[in-house]
């Protein structure tokens, strides 16, 4: 059996500062961001601590009103991808503090604790959307999709076990697994519901949900990048991992994924204004290709390298920092301009 990763120690002052490590490496646990084996994670981090918000900024009263004006069809997905949303992001928080656990690199122990502080305001983000929305009963029975729809359980139960087993067994396999699937969580597994939000806002509803999703879309494409470089990292640091079995195993798991985020999709998307349930398949196998080259892997659906849903670009404001929401509500950007700025296309 692959021997178990320890928890890192707190404060080793015979080790050096600078890690020799992600994993199973030394350090004396004090951090000089001007001495760390990956200088650029600097600027992640600068990036990430740049996108401070908070829920209750967003104003959600015209939602209040309009939400008993969509169809019922609408309201029901509303409720059901918030209900998706809050089941994937709420383990995330746990997540990142486990994988910041084991790391004995400074560094990405202070990167994951500002992902895992801003999952944590994303889950809450949840609760303040539907608490404006909808009753208490109503918004207890969205948060009990995660644990009773059918289709939802399927979709998550190969996340919930590679979670699972991480806690459970931490190694360096474990942990290069569930860096995968936090990167598909990150990058592939939110965005039809990202869609459906921008959607309803580009036909002038639900603005102020559209808004608060645009900020955790923003947080989500950083966190993404940075779990895909520490997935990187971790592999180059172990060599013996990086074989044919494991590339296969992340190409089996991404395709799999695709697969149940489609059918997802479309058990939930069907019959909504504006939304084309192909298209939407072929913006699902964009993303997938998108974090596997994140990864440094090569892409998998060779028909998907673009964007086929360019309109959503719109809400996360064209990444240069200055854009407005064009119904004028609040601006949508909350990063200080800085050349760290800039955000992959989405």
């Known amino acids: 059996m692959e021997n178990r990763l320890t928890v890192a120690k707190t404060l080793n002052p015979l080790n050096p500062n600078k890690s020799t490590g992600v994993f199973g490496g030394k350090s004396s646990g004090i951090l000089n961001w001007n001495d760390i084996a990956y200088p650029h994670w600097y600027k992640m981090y600068k990036r990430l601590v740049g996108n401070y918000w908070q829920a209750d900024e967003i104003n ?52 994951m604790a500002v992902i895992a502080q801003q999952e944590a305001v994303h889950n809450e983000s949840y609760s303040y959307v539907l608490s404006s929305v909808v009753s208490l009963d109503e918004q207890n029975e969205s948060f009990e999709l995660g644990r009773k729809d059918p289709v939802l359980l399927k979709r998550n139960s190969e996340i919930v076990k590679q979670y699972n087993d991480f806690a459970e067994n931490p190694t360096i396999e474990n942990i290069l697994k569930t860096l995968v699937y936090t990167s598909l969580l990150e990058g592939m597994f939110f965005y039809s519901g990202f869609a459906f939000f921008y959607n309803l806002a580009r036909h002038n509803k639900m603005v102020g949900t559209s808004t608060m999703v645009s900020y955790i879309n923003k947080d989500e494409l950083e966190h993404g990048r940075f779990i895909g470089e520490l997935f990187r990292a971790t592999l180059a640091e172990n060599p013996e991992y990086n074989t044919k079995e494991l590339t296969d195993w992340v190409y089996d798991h991404f395709q799999k994924s695709v697969e149940l985020e489609i059918e997802w999709s479309r058990y939930v998307l069907e019959g909504i204004e504006g939304i084309d349930l192909e298209e939407m398949g072929g913006y699902i196998k964009y993303r997938a290709n998108k974090m596997l080259r994140m990864m440094g892997l090569s892409e998998v659906y060779p028909d998907h390298v673009e964007n086929p849903m360019k309109w959503v670009r719109a809400y996360v404001d064209n990444f240069d920092g200055t854009k407005t929401d064009f119904f004028e509500q609040k601006s949508r950007q909350y990063t200080k301009t800085s050349d760290m700025n800039g955000f992959d296309d989405l």
Not at 71 to 95: H, N
Request: overall charge negative; hydrophobic content about 40%.
């Open 60 to 111: 959600m009263t015209p939602d209040v009103k309009q939400f008993p004006e969509l169809t019922e069809k609408e309201q029901d997905a509303y409720l059901k991808i918030i209900g998706l949303l809050s089941t994937l992001d709420a383990p995330q928080t746990r997540t990142a503090l486990l994988i910041s656990l084991y790391a004995t690199d400074p560094s990405v122990q202070s990167i």
